[in-house]
């Protein structure tokens, strides 16, 4: 696997790296072959080497999931994937804090059902988060595919708000 200190992996698109007939991936799911055009391939590249994301539109099914899929199988690259609701928010592909087990967990601490070798656990904040699947393509040392899907079904701003999130954790 390539990580951000190593030299930047390429995407060919080859065919000869494709998935063979009837292999499947680690969930069971059959995997099929992508064979991308050349400006694609291009642009993929280009978006590795700048270290940038890289936005694809287009009707559905005209191949945008495949090619996430395609270019993590080829460049042997772990594959997050974030499925966008109506009600999701930017921050949630972030992380999620939750704040209700926090509480849960206080309350319990202070009438002294908790045991003692839990308070060390309860006392981090860090026990509360779970991360996303940008929060962990930005944690990880290794480079990683995050597949937003259906982000057109997202609140309005999410676009909006992630690329803000990019910018401002570049400042």
């Not at 000869?16 to 992508?34: N, T």
């Not at 978006?47 to 460049?75: D, F, S, W």
């Not at 009438?111 to 308070?119: L, V, Y």
Request: glycine content about 6%; aromatic content about 8%.
């Amino acid at each position: 696997m390539e990580t951000l200190n190593n030299p930047k992996p390429e995407y060919t698109g080859d065919p000869a790296l494709q998935p063979q007939p009837g292999e499947r991936d680690s969930k069971g799911q059959l995997l099929y072959p992508y064979l991308p055009s050349r400006e694609l391939i291009e642009a993929v590249n280009l978006a590795i080497y700048l270290e940038r994301p890289l936005l694809l539109k287009g009707e559905p099914g005209c191949g945008k999931t495949r090619l996430a899929h395609a270019v993590a199988y080829e460049l042997n690259l772990p594959l997050r994937v974030w499925a966008v609701k109506s009600t999701t928010r930017a921050k949630d592909g972030l992380y999620i804090y939750d704040t209700v087990a926090r509480l849960r967990d206080a309350q319990l601490a202070a009438t002294g059902i908790i045991k003692p070798e839990d308070i060390p656990r309860i006392s981090n904040p860090e026990t509360y988060v779970r991360w996303g699947p940008l929060g962990n393509a930005f944690r990880s040392e290794t480079l990683t595919v995050v597949l937003i899907d259906e982000i057109d079904k997202g609140v309005a701003l999410l676009e909006r708000r992630l690329v803000r999130f990019r910018e401002v954790s570049e400042e």
